[in-house]
């Protein structure tokens, strides 16, 4: 019994090293936590964000003038200054003149003078003075963050800044001049933990925004914190504390211009009031903010806001190492382009789309190319193609087709509203650029601009949600466009149709918003939204509109080029023919002059078409071979499709072999017990027989789950391979028969790498490969262990796979090793009629699989045995 009497009430605590999660574990990356700083100032309602990093110290030189040396010294003199006359404690105060003292001592002994009066970094200097150095530079380096918002009084800062998951954002999410808040868990702030160790943020008021909140005399505050003070054993975070200093008079500007350099206030936009605002100071960074890196969170903040005029919202960032590269960031738009498309989304579920062509040069095409029976309809007509655009509108259900009568939980109803800007843009000239009539384009320069913009990017309330479409990211292509096109490579004019558009051809933006899409929710680590069944439906409606433009530009593509066909195929082939005929002749004059003189010409036009016929029945020929393959790889495909089919069927035969046998044996030894059995034959006791009946349906269960297994989708999808895992799965799909065979599979030597490819590509090969070799063993007359010995390696961006067995090895008989990729060709033959009885394609599809994957295979000849080389770039790895 519980004795309620006794009840107690025990409250949770929370440990200090929480901030520390949320912040500095919580947030991927360094760029991702000015990100949300930036959007801190957003919410305050600032007109403009500043990220200044004073870095102009922070970064080892291999050579510096004698004034930066002094200037340096200086810096190094004036910091410790600072961090002693803001501590009382002694210990601290002897810590850090001894650091003081070492760092110079260390700069001294780095850097020598030389003739020209320079210093440069002394040769000698061992690898770990460096770091050293490098660590104590890095010290002196600032990151400030400054906006020209509202403000914080004592009371938000108490019951809102100070407050872990307010919820703040997420009741009051409009500003007071109508934004919708970026912010909504209430713990950017802790970005600061992951810039660095320190941090002093003075902010400024503006009463006017705050007449509902607590003030008292102060016009601001300086609010300082030391993000070590958080950790310790055993500390919860009510132990751990922040410095609060009013300040009865303040001026913002003033504050700004004592940070900043004059040049950087010349730069800023003289219609900003700065009398109210924030400073974030951040100190003892955690990182080198070197110029690259600084570069990549200007690319960044470049892309931070949807490609529009806004005008609401200026973002700038400088830096004191490089003072004149870097200023106000521009809103990125795309003006060069082959086609767009402009989607719009309302809450009854209709898109209107616009679709604007801008890929064809309309004056170049033939009047009457537009007078074929497929181009007599909108929108495809002349003047449609004058117009350059048109729209149509369509549900979402006619976007996705079948999902509505499945869709049980409404999910289209859950999206809501959206907008949707995508953009395609060739980089490289088609070689039939004059058969589809394109028009000239700078493709250098979109080459150029796609390498730093290109993706679809998702936007909420105008600010980006990373990592979407991410340059470099792993996100970039998070549509999977990649995968559809190598699912689906057709070309734009195949009469078949099945054009995808590749992801490194785009670039694009959908808007969202936090009122309208309240069920796309933000992930912890503030890196994208989870991945709901609402957004997952919401990715393949956005594909569905990619879709749009896909048919569009392929439906043109394959008019033009029938029509081209038409009219100049002919035309085209008399041409290449006449050069070919002229060229023979060209060669067979040279030959009769050297052979002999007095050949006549008639005998020259016949020695052409000979030549010609010739050609053209070797071509006749490999068609044919071709056809024979194809007909054996549709049969081979049928077989497929035949199985696929019954898979639900022998999938529940596979579950019952399972338990059938003990079954049988319970209901049997509820009548007849074992033992009475004991002193019978074997063949006369049943649960013998039950036991042997066992093990054969343990293989018929394994030989089921491999060839249901084989024809899973998943293993026709593009997907990361860890090959340890991989080979460890297909040592235990064919353990059974390994056994069975006395066979070891040794797999110790498989390296940890990765690779992105198709996990049935991978079983194409392997399994083609150990069936041979269970052919191999069977075959051998040798008596030894049975070893099969898969080794993996990477040098130099290429993966190596070694695949090798102790067997007997290719046949003598094989004059030529590498005929064994030939398609059709065999070694295996009916001991009794000496017919060929192998496919003759096993290794064939290795040789194609591989190639296909833009690798290759090679023949290894060890002493014994077989030993094949599989070669795949490191392009293929992620």
Known sequence: MINTTSKKQIPFKVSARTARLIGR????????????????????????????????????????????????????????????????????????????????????????????????????????????????????????????????????IEKNWMVIGTDNKHENYVTKSGRIKAGAKGIGRFALDKLGNHCEMVTIYNPSYHKNSIIDNAAGYIWRVNWADFEGTSKTIDNVNAELFPLKEANFKEYIEQLLPKSIINQLDKNINLKFGTILKISNLRETWTDYYVNQVYDDLEALVPPKETGDFQIYLFSSLTPDKYGSIPSVLCDDFDYKIIAKADNSQNIKIKIIRNEYDVDKIPPDFFNRENLTKYPFRLEDFQKGEWNLQKTFSQLMPGYEDVDKEGIFKLIGEFEFSFYFLKKQKSPDAEKFFHKDSSLRFRKDWLAKFGGIKLFRDNFRVRPYGEVKDVAFDWLGLGMRKAASPAGIGKKEGGYRVEPDNITGAISISRLANINFEDKSSREGLQENKTFLIFKQLIISLINIFEEDRAYIAREMVDYDNQKYSEKRTREEAEKIAQRIYEESKKSQKNNNANLSDNNSDQQEKFILAELNAKKDDEIERLREEQKLLRGMASGGIVLAAFTHDLSNLSNQLESRVNKIKTLLQNKIPEDDYEKEEERKNPYILLDRMKSQDLKMKNWLNFSLGAARKDKRKRNQLYLSRYFQDFKNDWKIVLEERAIELDIKDIANINLRMFEIDMDSIFNNLIINSFTAFTNSKASRDRVINIKTKEILNEIYIIYQDNGPGLSKDILKPEDVFKPLFTTKRHPDSGEEIGTGLGMWIIKSVVEENDGSVRLLYPNEGFCLEVKLPAKYKR
């Open 25 to 156: 574990e919580n947030i991927a990356t360094s760029k991702g936590a000015i990100i949300e700083l930036v959007k801190n100032g957003y919410d305050a309602d600032s007109k403009i964000s500043i990220v200044y990093f004073d870095n102009k110290f922070s970064v080892l030189h291999n050579e510096i003038s004698s004034l930066f040396y002094d200037d340096l010294r200086n810096q190094i003199k004036n910091h410790y200054l600072k961090l002693i006359k803001n501590i009382s404690i002694n210990a601290h105060i002897e810590i850090f003149e001894k650091e003081k003292f070492e760092f110079e001592q260390l700069l001294s002994q780095i850097y020598i003078q030389n003739k020209l009066g320079n210093f440069v970094l002394d040769s000698r200097t061992n690898e770990d003075s460096i770091k050293k150095l490098q660590q104590y530079l890095s010290k002196l380096a600032t990151l400030y963050l400054i906006d020209s918002g509202e403000g914080m009084t004592l009371d938000i």
